[in-house]
Nanobody, 124 residues
Framework: QVQLVESGGGLVQAGGSLRLSCLASGRTFSSYAMGWFRQTPGKEREFVAAMSRYGGATYYADSVKGRFTMSRDNAKNTVYLQMNSLKPEDTAVYYC?????????????????WGQGAQVTVSS
C-alpha cells in the first residue's frame, strides 16, 4: 500500500476553480492506478475520476465530465484533480485512492489505499 495525502481543498464561489493534489509515498507510484472519489454526509462515496498507471486512460463521472481534469506526474508521485466551473452540488469531501493494478477501477471497494480527504465547499 501507499500513503496518500491530499491538499488544495477550500471554499470557492460557484463558477470558480480549485485544484486538488494527492501526494503518494513510496517508490512504486507508477504501479498504481489512481482514483478520485467524493462523499457528502449520509451518502455513499461517489466515483469522480480514475486514471491508469501511466495516464494513458482517464475516465470521469458524467456529472463532472468537461469540468474536471485528472492528471498525474509519476516523477513527483502526485496526482491532481483540476476542478473548473464548480457548482454547489460539487460540495463534498474529496478523496484520492490507489490500487496496485494495470486496469482502471471505478468502485471504491476496489481501492486499497486512501487519503484523509479534502473538503471542497462551493457557495452559490
Amino acid at each position: 500500500q501507499v500513503q496518500l495525502v491530499e491538499s488544495g481543498g477550500g471554499l470557492v464561489q460557484a463558477g470558480g476553480s480549485l485544484r486538488l493534489s494527492c501526494l503518494a509515498s513510496g517508490r512504486t507510484f507508477s504501479s498504481y492506478a489512481m482514483g478520485w472519489f467524493r462523499q457528502t454526509p449520509g451518502k455513499e462515496r461517489e466515483f469522480v475520476a480514475a486514471m491508469s498507471r501511466y495516464g494513458g486512460a482517464t475516465y470521469y463521472a458524467d456529472s463532472v465530465k468537461g469540468r474536471f481534469t485528472m492528471s498525474r506526474d509519476n516523477a513527483k508521485n502526485t496526482v491532481y484533480l483540476q476542478m473548473n466551473s464548480l457548482k454547489p452540488e460539487d460540495t463534498a469531501v474529496y478523496y484520492c485512492a490507489a490500487v496496485l493494478t494495470v486496469t482502471v477501477r471505478f468502485s471504491p471497494e476496489e481501492y486499497d489505499s486512501w487519503g484523509q480527504g479534502a473538503q471542497v465547499t462551493v457557495s452559490s
